[in-house]
């Protein structure tokens, strides 16, 4: 957002705040906005991290100081209200209140970094998801200052909600100002403006053909969120949602089911948590398309599926530039998911956990997929941004990425390719997966391959310019911190215990090293990372490529369904 937008924010912030008037909830709407209880518990036993940001008990949580825009968002947002509001406890409502006391004390006169239109428009829909939750024991003072704030922050929304930035931002802000006419007295003024310009987002939106720049398919989820809770406030209020505002939902559903894994999780890519505690599914139950995505590749990735085992591959080269801050240089990894257990799984998104581990986690060997030993097939570059910490964007990328996904006698086949090291080595890496239709065997076959004679010059020039004279091509496993792995190394035997009872083998090629390392997996809401491991196979490149060959196999048939009701 421009400086200007900046200014303007804090002078409507201020204007909006001299305003005396006042208002209350008429409606009443069901907490939408799923919290973790164990987060919120962590949360009382002093285990704050609010990405990347520790907090302590002792700290002043709105006297921090850091110029991590994303902690601004978590906090301002009231997005923290979701855990503790899900843990319930009268222990978790005082610490909750006493938050929202303190910035109201700090903020009610429109100072702030919470004064932007996304994140006032966010922490109103916390406010209205969790209003009992919040207000009950609050003292009559209390009480009235938070009516008067939601006045004020409803009429800094009629000014500033459509000037947030394009995108997830301005969604963010637009459903705040429905909320506020839908749910808040005297604000029905506001919602028909409100949809007039959410349907001209979503007409933005539907002309895009990537949905969102960043291809983070966490981001495809809120905003898919966002329209359906708009959608449910607006009926509430006995108002039809616009035919495009609708349409949208029914584009965005089919694209959302094809990126969905048979946990009911999103993949782990540019930026994505994965684990969505839900959120896609409650989406879905409201869209009515129940409609499965028609193209083999949705907003850049492939999928293959039989029987309750998915894959999700990372087929496109990853956004450039801006939008890249969070982008992985993940082209051709994938994720396997068997039922309810992840298998093969990214390191996810480090930057939940400061700017090191945002470095690490967005690597390509913290992806499965192949590599060459210390680079990766995306290039990342540190530039400065105003008023925030440096970011490393991603600024050159793989150009081509052809892929097919075929079937072949119930298997499903993709086949894939990417030039991330032609030019620094004159190496093409080509993967093919095939999934066997009873999703009890997955197999991989990966090429590291020199195909012209200018790739082979380049090839021979980057051999010189090694001392020792070859690379060496690793190909990278993950596993969920969940996954037992057992390694027999006098049968070369490798085998996968997942806590449903099952019971995986893998083999490799035998003229390949292989060694099991540990690894790290990165997941929302937790204190720190958890512990993990990953296979690594290796093979020198000789000859102008390499192949590497491996597969996974359930060692036996059982039934799934029992050994997944008491998921832990």
């Known amino acids: 957002m421009s400086f200007f937008n900046v200014l303007t924010d804090k002078i409507f912030a201020y204007l909006s705040c001299v305003s005396t008037s006042k208002t209350e909830f008429v409606l009443e709407t069901e907490p939408r906005s799923i919290g973790k209880i164990s987060v919120g518990r962590q949360m009382l036993d002093g285990k704050i991290n609010l990405v990347g940001q520790i907090i302590h008990h002792n700290d002043e949580i709105w006297n921090l100081k850091t110029d991590k825009k994303s902690f601004f968002k978590k906090i301002h947002s009231f997005d923290w209200v979701d855990d503790l509001a899900a843990l319930g406890s009268l222990e978790a409502r005082r610490f909750a209140q006493n938050w929202l006391s303190l910035w109201m004390a700090k903020y009610s006169s429109g100072s702030g970094p919470g004064w932007a239109a996304e994140l006032t428009g966010m922490r109103l829909v916390r406010w209205a998801h969790h209003y009992l939750f919040l207000t009950q024991g609050l003292s009559e003072e209390n009480l009235k200052k938070f009516n008067i704030l939601l006045a004020r922050q409803a009429k800094f929304l009629s000014k500033r909600a459509i000037k947030a930035s394009v995108g997830l931002p301005r969604f963010e802000a637009l459903l705040g100002l429905i909320y506020a006419g839908c749910y808040l007295k005297n604000m029905e003024k506001f919602i028909e403006p409100a949809t007039v310009a959410l349907a001209h987002e979503c007409r933005h939106l539907n002309n895009t053909d990537e949905i969102v720049l960043s291809r983070n398919p966490q981001e495809i989820l809120n905003i898919f969120t966002i329209l359906i809770w708009a959608k449910l406030a607006l009926k509430d209020s006995n108002w039809n949602p616009s035919a495009t505002h609708l349409d949208t939902i029914e584009k965005l559903a089919p694209i959302l089911r094809h990126l969905r894994h048979s946990d009911a999780g999103l993949p782990r890519f540019h930026g994505s948590c994965g684990d969505v505690d839900g959120q896609l599914d409650q989406a879905l139950s409201h869209a009515e398309n129940r409609e499965i995505f028609r193209n083999e590749l949705s907003v850049g990735f492939a999928r293959l599926s039989n029987s309750r085992t998915t894959i999700i591959i990372d087929a496109a080269p990853p956004p450039i530039g801006k939008p890249s801050f969070l982008a992985d240089a993940s082209t051709l990894a994938f994720e396997m998911v ?14 939940l956990f400061g700017s090191d581990f945002s470095s690490v986690s967005r690597q390509t060997s913290s992806h499965c997929t ?85 790739h082979k010059r380049q090839f021979d020039k980057s051999v010189k310019s090694k001392s020792s004279g070859q690379f060496l091509a690793k190909a990278a496993f993950h596993f969920h911190p969940n996954v037992a792995v057992r390694w027999d190394q006098d049968k070369n035997l490798i085998s996968l215990a997942l806590k449903n009872g099952e019971i995986w083998i893998f083999d490799y090629g035998q003229d390949l090293k292989v060694t099991l390392e540990p690894t790290v997996f990165f997941e929302a809401g937790l204190f720190e990372p958890i512990e993990s491991q ?29 050994g997944d009701l008491f998921k832990n």
Not at 434 to 451: H, M, P, R, Y
Not at 534 to 562: C, H, M, N, P
């Open 338 to 351: 068997s039922g309810q257990r992840r298998i093969f799984t990214s390191c996810g998104p480090g930057y």
């Open 370 to 454: 192949v590599y060459l030993e210390g680079h990766n097939s995306s290039h990342f570059s540190e530039e400065k941004v105003r008023f925030q910490a440096s970011k490393n964007f991603i600024t050159t990328a793989p150009l081509k990425v052809p892929h097919e996904i075929s079937t072949d006698e119930g298997k499903e086949i993709f086949e894939g390719a990417h030039d991330g090291y032609v030019k620094s080595h004159g190496l093409t890496h080509v993967r093919k997966l095939k999934l066997a239709q009873s999703g009890q065997t997955f197999e991989g076959e990966d090429l590291l391959i020199a195909i012209d004679d200018v």
């Open 534 to 562: 990953k296979l690594i196979l290796s093979a020198d490149i000789l000859k102008y490529g390499t192949r590497i060959e491996w597969s996974i196999t359930r060692a036996f048939d059982k039934d799934l369904s029992v």
